[in-house]
Every structure is written in structure tokens, then in C-alpha cells.
């Protein structure tokens, strides 16, 4: 039986959801739909890109070797043969002494080894006057430079953006294999909580973590089911959560994690399941409830804002990656500490901070305050092992963007 708050470290609570997760099923979507997608494999291009030898600048196809020494005073003369032409593939040849009018993206005629851009040349009549040398290989895109055949164009865990469909494109990607996208059902709970067009009475708040919740999911991969606001009424929490298990693939319930006699999450999901956790060893967040019904996870998450969107930030978007196949790139920014950060060893602490010119200043502010959210710029992650960092200590946050 698990004890009510009994703290677990963070990464045992990240086991736990891993444990839960269940791998989404393969899909096939159009290119257009592909956005906001995981690749379920690697993207190979089924031609080499580019398919040939090819000029990146507007000038003269040369044989570097012809170059040398080139300079203002003293410039290389070469003799002009003809024009590539866009499109077209030239079998003439420059040889030693000569050289080729090319435009930019056209064809590299064979025996030119490099490319001197218009603006260090001049032509007079059948001679191309260079100033400055080039090298082997210089403005040239090989052929496979940019994707061969023979390489991976885009590996199996991508989140797919705009940058990665203009990969998919090039590599003749119309249908393209991704992982679905997990469901997740948001329930709002608690008598004072109010839907957003209306305006709170004394002792009501506005539903703000349904849609920092839903927001959140769509930014990690995944996809909100908005269930509505439920009274702390047990029968009308058990129905909701029950049609919310039916729905999704994950449950997030938010309120009702903390400890009193309104307190009904816990039992609720031990009497439907079993309650594996109730208690992380983070800060803000430690009520967090992890548990399992018809062995999905269903995650309680603190009431104020900035606590539940650190346990999303923490917890939820792993878990959503977990099951998506997501690999994300962790990028992290460097900084020097304006102020000392305390926090007691043996726990995480995430601190919201602001960053500018090679400083990171801690934003201490109320867990139930979400002006914190967008007054910071991320997340300083302070180790359980750690009691804290001292004022000029070099440190890194993860910044909030997730895309």
C-alpha cells in the first residue's frame, strides 16, 4: 500500500512514468499534415541531393590551380568558353587557362574544380580578369553533399517543423511514417474554480490550468481533451475520471493533490486503480499524485499554475516523449548567477530565472502567481545532491521553448 506523501526522488517518479507509457501506434500522414509529428523511422532520399556537381554563387567555373596568386595588382587571365545555362548539362570542359560563365544552383561543367564569384572578376571580350584565388572545392556543392542515398536524410524520435518538412520534401516525401499522437484528458477540479468567461466572484479563480494543461500537451506532441471543471464532488470526479480513462492516453487532474479533508484524487484513484505515488521530491510540486487505471497513467497535479506546469515540465513532456519515440535535443544556456539560490539537499528544485548579456537572475515568486511564467525565460534545475548555488556561480537553465 502506498503511504499518502511518501516522497520519491524525481527520477524515480520518471521510472514509474516510463513504466506506464505505452508506445503510440505507427500512422502514415500526407507531408501537409506531417507538422508537430514524431518520425516512426528514418527518412532516406531516394536521390542524391543535389544530383550533381553544382555552383552555390554566380561567377566563373575555374580550375583552382589557374587562381593562384591572384590578387589586385596582379590578376589571373583566363579565357572564356561559353555559359552554363540553368537546367542544362554542359559536356563541354574547362581545361587549364580557361574558364565557364555559371549562375548560381547550375550545373559544375566537368574539369572545373571551383568557382570564383562574379565580384572578384571582370570580363573584357573573351577574357576573365580574377583577383583573388580560390581553393579546390571552393562555392561548389558536391553532388550527395547535402543527402545521399546512402545516409539517413532525418532519423527515426525527430519531432517534425517546418525545417524537417522541407527535408521531407527534398527527399520526396509525400506520405510520411510517424508515431500517433497520445491523447490526454484535462480535468479541472475544485468548487472555486469558474469557466474563463466568467467573472470570479470573491473566493472563485478562473479555470487557468485546463488551458495552460492543453496548451502544454500540443507543444509536447500530444493531443488535449478538455473534460470541463468537476466540483469536489466525489461521484461527479469518479464519473468524469472514469469516461477521462475511456478517452485518452494519459490523465491529468488538476487540484485536488494536496493534503486535507477535501483531499479525494488519491483515494479515487486507488479505489479505481492503484495509487503508485503520492509525493516527488521537487519543489514547487511535492503533492504530485502518480497512479495507474486500466494501466494508464493518471497524474494529480498541484492547483497553482506555476507548481503544475513544473510537474509538466518535469514529468509530463518525458512521459509524452516515452510514448511518441521522441529523442529531443536538450539545450541548455550558460549564465552567471545575479543572486544566491538556496535549496535543501535532497530535492529538486526548479527555479524559474531571467536571462540577459551572460546572467541569470532567479524569479522568486508564489507557486500560485503565473505572471512568474512569463516574466522568466526557464527553468534552473537545482540537483537533489545540491544545497543550493552562491551569487557569481556559473549555471545552466533549459529555456522554455520546446519546439
Not at 474554480?193 to 470573491?202: A, D, E, G, L, R
Not at 479525494?264 to 521530491?281: F, K, P, Q, R, Y
Not at 509538466?312 to 509524452?320: E, G, K, P, Q
Request: charged fraction near 20%; aromatic fraction near 4%; hydrophobic fraction near 40%.
Amino acid at each position: 500500500m502506498t503511504r499518502f506523501l511518501s516522497v520519491i526522488p524525481v527520477d524515480s517518479a520518471r521510472q514509474i512514468l516510463a513504466g506506464l507509457a505505452r508506445t503510440m501506434p505507427e500512422k502514415t500522414v500526407t507531408l501537409e499534415e506531417s507538422l508537430g509529428y514524431v518520425l516512426r523511422s528514418d527518412i532516406i532520399s531516394d536521390i542524391d541531393i543535389p544530383g550533381f556537381d553544382r555552383s552555390v554563387v554566380d561567377g566563373y567555373a575555374v580550375c583552382a590551380a589557374d587562381t593562384i596568386g591572384a590578387g589586385e595588382s596582379i590578376q589571373a587571365m583566363l579565357n572564356l568558353i561559353g555559359h552554363v545555362e540553368m537546367g542544362d548539362i554542359t559536356s563541354k570542359a574547362v581545361i587549364p587557362g580557361t574558364c565557364m560563365y555559371i549562375p548560381t544552383g547550375a550545373f559544375l561543367p566537368p574539369g572545373a574544380d571551383a568557382v570564383v564569384m562574379v565580384e572578384y572578376s571582370e570580363q573584357i571580350g573573351d577574357d576573365v580578369f580574377i583577383s583573388r584565388p580560390v581553393a579546390v572545392g571552393e562555392n561548389i556543392v558536391r553532388k550527395g553533399e547535402d543527402f545521399s542515398r546512402e545516409i539517413p536524410a532525418l532519423l527515426a524520435g525527430t519531432r517534425i517543423t517546418s525545417r524537417e518538412m522541407g527535408v521531407l520534401a527534398a527527399c520526396g516525401m509525400h506520405d510520411v511514417p510517424v508515431s500517433s499522437k497520445p491523447t490526454v484528458a484535462i480535468i479541472s477540479t475544485g468548487n472555486e474554480i469558474v469557466p474563463v468567461q466568467n467573472v470570479p466572484k470573491s473566493g472563485q479563480i478562473r479555470d487557468v490550468n485546463t488551458y495552460l494543461c492543453a496548451g502544454f500537451i500540443q507543444e509536447s506532441g500530444g493531443i488535449p481533451i478538455i473534460m470541463g471543471i468537476v466540483r469536489d464532488d466525489r461521484q461527479l470526479l469518479e464519473q468524469v475520471l472514469h469516461r477521462a480513462v475511456d478517452e485518452a492516453d494519459i490523465v491529468l487532474i488538476s487540484g485536488g493533490s494536496s493534503k486535507g479533508e477535501r483531499d479525494m484524487c488519491a483515494d479515487i484513484i486507488a479505489g479505481s486503480g492503484e495509487m503508485l505515488v503520492h509525493g516527488i521530491a521537487l519543489s514547487p510540486g511535492k503533492p504530485t499524485i502518480i497512479g495507474k487505471i486500466k494501466e494508464k497513467p493518471v497524474i494529480g497535479l498541484p492547483g497553482h499554475p506555476a507548481s503544475a506546469y513544473v510537474i509538466l515540465y518535469a514529468l509530463v513532456r518525458d512521459l509524452i516523449h516515452v510514448m511518441t519515440g521522441e529523442k529531443p535535443k536538450k539545450i541548455s544556456v550558460s549564465g552567471v548567477l545575479t543572486a544566491p539560490v538556496p535549496s535543501a539537499k535532497g530535492r529538486e528544485d526548479y527555479v524559474r530565472v531571467v536571462y540577459q548579456n551572460d546572467t541569470i537572475t532567479p524569479v522568486f515568486g508564489k507557486s500560485g502567481l503565473t505572471n512568474t511564467l512569463i516574466s522568466s525565460d526557464g527553468l534552473l534545475c537545482i540537483p537533489a545532491s545540491c544545497e543550493g548555488y552562491e551569487k557569481g556561480t556559473r549555471v545552466s537553465f533549459e529555456p522554455w521553448s520546446i519546439a
